[in-house]
């Protein structure tokens, strides 16, 4: 089929829930992706932050054939030789003590506000117990997982949600305090608030959660999907500010461009038992290969390193635009999780940028989102900007 095949097929086969770039992505090598005409496209969007090995590594590319090989599925009523190590591996570099592993981000979402629930029961004695979220937050598109997003454009048509979600601002910690009652049980936030917008945590708001939830005996859950995992220059965002959450939520970039995310947490969260919660697909040894892959390439390699340290000249790079184009008016984000606030539709410059082998992608209605492969240089930092900089002129 040519690339209009491909389109029409899908447009007419598979249900319409996103509004699709006229791209159909063949391969990738490296940090690039072809289309099915050829055409070579530097990626600025890691299939939204998840591929942060780029793509076609061989070590990364090696681990998955040869647990192909072996076996891709026994279920979760036996052991397999693959979940183990992952999830030791992945307590070890995240301070946590238990994993269970889920197939997305949502799920791990899901997981984690089942823990908050059984933690609210016991706390409170009744059902009657509040989780606070953060307004502008994005958590995932299962029920549970929108009941905690803070946005109600995601929630309209899917009401009633869960009970006992109350918001508040993100980076205001006042606002925070004042909705803590004896009802609270749990306190949820992004690392990195992302869909909202790329707003990184003051270290006063963050250190002020931790502290919050000390004195209030309340679980402290971050949502690393999307910041963790070396993102933002360090392994789980978290650990910039030197604290640790009770319970944190990961998924994309653990599996390298497999389907696999998990919910992590200390041990005295760890409140569910057997019954409690299962997953048919959830630590799969297929994906666990390729997660345990990814977190071993990352130590190998010093991916993490690569991204705190690309990342600050990254941001050097973007933040003179804002000095240089009128219609860029602000730039926020860490590592190699950034954002352009413009004044136009962000997708006239990512359709210019398609035009010119780039790929970007937006964070909600007035931002270009950059969340490269974390194995970038400075080198396709400069070509992305240069590329950029015809779109903004244009």
Excluded: W
């Excluded at 036996?78 to 070890?92: D, H, I, R, V």
């Excluded at 299962?278 to 630590?283: A, D, Q, R, V, W």
């Excluded at 666990?288 to 991204?307: R, S």
């Excluded at 004044?343 to 790929?359: D, H, M, Q, T, Y």
């Amino acid at each position: 089929m040519n690339k209009q095949e491909y389109m029409e097929t899908a447009e007419h086969t598979i249900l319409h829930t996103y509004n699709r770039f006229p791209l159909v992505l063949e391969k990738g090598e490296g940090v690039y992706l072809y289309d099915t005409d050829g055409k070579k496209y530097l990626d600025f969007a890691a299939g939204i932050a998840v591929c942060g090995l780029g793509y076609n590594h061989p070590e990364y590319t090696a681990a998955i054939h040869a647990q192909v090989d072996k076996l891709t599925h026994t279920s979760n009523l036996f052991y397999n030789t693959a979940a183990g190590s992952a999830a030791a591996k992945l307590e070890q570099v995240s301070g946590m003590d238990r994993v269970f592993f889920t197939n997305s981000g949502a799920e791990a979402i899901e997981g984690a506000l089942k823990i908050a629930k059984k933690y609210g029961l016991t706390k409170v004695g009744s059902p009657d117990y509040e989780i606070i979220a953060m307004h502008h937050s994005f958590h995932g598109r299962t029920i549970g997982a929108l009941s905690v997003t803070g946005n109600p454009h995601y929630q309209e048509d899917f009401q009633p949600l869960l009970p006992g979600i109350r918001f508040a601002e993100y980076n205001n910690l006042d606002s925070v305090k004042t909705l803590i009652n004896e009802k609270t049980c749990a306190i949820l936030l992004e690392g990195v608030q992302g869909e909202g917008g790329i707003y990184p945590p003051t270290e006063e708001f963050i250190t002020g959660i931790r502290k919050l939830c000390d004195e209030h005996e309340l679980l402290m859950i971050m949502d690393e999907i999307q910041c963790g995992m070396g993102r933002t220059g360090y392994m789980f965002s978290y650990q910039k500010y030197a604290i640790e959450p009770d319970v944190v939520a990961v998924a994309k970039a653990l599996g390298g461009g497999l389907p696999v995310g998990a919910f992590l947490c200390k041990e005295a969260a760890a409140n569910l038992v057997p019954g409690d919660h299962g997953s048919t697909y959830g630590g799969n040894p297929l994906v666990c290969a390729g997660a345990e892959a990814v977190l071993d390439i990352f130590a190998k390699e010093q991916i993490v390193e690569n991204a705190r340290e690309v990342g600050g000249y990254l941001y050097e790079q973007l933040d003179a635009l804002v000095e240089e184009y009128e219609i860029v008016t602000a730039h926020r984000g860490i590592g190699l999780m950034q954002g352009l606030v413009v004044s136009v539709p962000p997708a006239s410059i990512i359709n210019k940028a398609l035009e010119k082998g780039l790929i970007i992608i937006s964070a909600g209605s007035d931002v270009l989102r950059f969340v490269p492969p974390l194995i970038i240089t400075r080198e396709h930092v400069d070509e992305m900007i240069a590329i950029l900089r015809e779109c903004l002129e244009a």
